[in-house]
């Protein structure tokens, strides 16, 4: 079984992509602080995570780094509630991750995108 990672400070938003990723047949894990996932990150090997870009800011550089050094076959996604493309061109390590994904985005479009990411 696939283990997720969905990092975001909403309750909402992790709440509502831990239901419809486990109906998925994903194991997921959240977190709602850097330290969460950091903790998370070294005591268990995550295939996919998505992190709030909102959350992490100018740490999120780092974290991706970190999760990549810990398992570098892990799949990331970076959460927005803002424009993807102008978040894309703030992104140092862009080719590290798999994509920008809006919240705003349907969560179909949302799943199909982890899945394909995951297969």
């Known amino acids: 079984m696939k ?7 909403e309750l ?4 509502l992509l831990r239901v419809f990723l ?6 997921v894990k959240v977190a ?12 268990e090997k ?19 780094s970190k999760a990549k050094f810990l398992n570098k ?8 509630g803002f424009n993807p493309e102008i978040l894309e061109k703030s992104l140092a390590s862009k080719e590290l991750i798999e994509g920008l994904l809006s919240k705003a985005e349907d969560i179909d479009k949302i799943l199909e995108r982890i899945i394909q990411a995951l297969s």
């Not at 486990?22 to 194991?27: D, V």
């Not at 995550?46 to 991706?64: A, Q």
């Open 46 to 64: 995550i295939d996919l995570l998505l992190l709030d870009y909102n959350l992490f800011g100018k740490k999120i550089e780092e974290l991706i």
């Open 3 to 9: 283990k997720v990672l969905v990092a975001d400070d």
């Open 22 to 27: 486990e109906k998925e047949g994903f194991l």
């Open 12 to 15: 909402q938003v992790r709440e």
């Open 32 to 43: 709602s602080s850097v330290e969460e996932v950091k903790e998370l990150l070294e005591k």
């Open 73 to 80: 076959d892990s799949k990331i996604f970076i959460l927005s």
